[in-house]
């Protein structure tokens, strides 16, 4: 699929807008990027940090409030990036995890903040591992935030939509998760195949566990030897 072409539904974007601009969700992530370690392990702010699918670009914000200046991203969505700062000063491309524009090496952090449950299946999350570890320097850190807790999904979905009868948050997160859902259940019935094939590469654990329904796992390339 060209990059230029939108790879979500209108209806799903300005329901991710509505997420994007709640108390809630902001309050989420900043918890996960927390359980993440990732202002630890990326203790020196002059580190190169990639976003892996950066949405409207709430990800890359945070970094920059905590100081972060070297700073790039991919999102294969246009319409998403289109109001994303000149100021934020990013490198931004419009393609997919499967094939990143980016050189190898190039960057300390890879961050993936819900990607994968977006993909289509295990060919295409091979692709995307296959790519983070080539675009990351030895000894650098990826941080994968994902949902990863089947039954608690299947527990919430309900949940979700009744309290999205009063919220127009939750309403949006419901209509979200409908229409993600065939890949989303998939990616948490399998992600520890991903788990697997990426420590098959030989990265080693820094996190690795589950919070309500997501799934925190940040792990670290090998070092170069000699
Ligand atoms: C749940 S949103 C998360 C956005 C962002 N990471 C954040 O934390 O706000 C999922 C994002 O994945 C993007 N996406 C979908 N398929 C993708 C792919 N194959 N490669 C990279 N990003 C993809 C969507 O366009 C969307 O921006």
């Known amino acids: ?131 983070i570890d080539r675009i990351l320097k030895p000894g650098g850190f990826v941080f994968i935030i994902e949902p990863g807790r089947y039954w608690v999904i299947l527990l919430l979905e309900p949940i979700f939509k009744a309290l999205g009868l009063f919220s127009r948050t939750f309403k949006a997160y419901g209509r979200t998760m409908d229409e993600e859902r065939t890949e989303q259940h998939f990616f948490l019935k399998n992600h520890g195949k991903v788990r697997e094939y990426l420590l098959k590469k030989g990265f080693r654990v820094r996190v690795d566990d589950y919070l309500v329904y997501t799934w925190l796992f940040t792990i670290q390339k090998p070092a170069e030897k000699g």
């Not at 539904?9 to 991710?16: G, H, L, Q, R």
């Not at 990013?90 to 993909?119: M, N, Q, T, W």
């Open 1 to 131: 699929m060209s990059a230029k072409k939108p790879v979500n539904t209108e209806s799903w974007n300005a329901d991710f807008a509505v997420l994007m601009e709640s108390r809630l969700g902001s309050l989420y992530r900043r918890m996960m990027l927390r359980r993440s370690r990732f202002s630890e392990l990326l203790a020196d702010k002059e580190k190169r940090i990639i976003d892996i699918g950066c949405g409207y670009g709430a990800g890359l914000a945070y970094f920059r409030s905590q100081g972060y200046r070297n700073l790039a991203a991919i999102e294969p969505d246009a319409q998403l990036t289109r109001d994303i700062p000149a100021s934020m000063s990013v490198e931004l491309r419009h393609c997919r995890a499967e094939k990143i524009a980016f050189p190898d090496r190039s960057f300390d952090a890879v961050f993936v903040y819900g990607i994968l449950h977006h993909l289509s299946g295990f060919d295409a999350y091979w692709a995307a591992c296959d790519e």
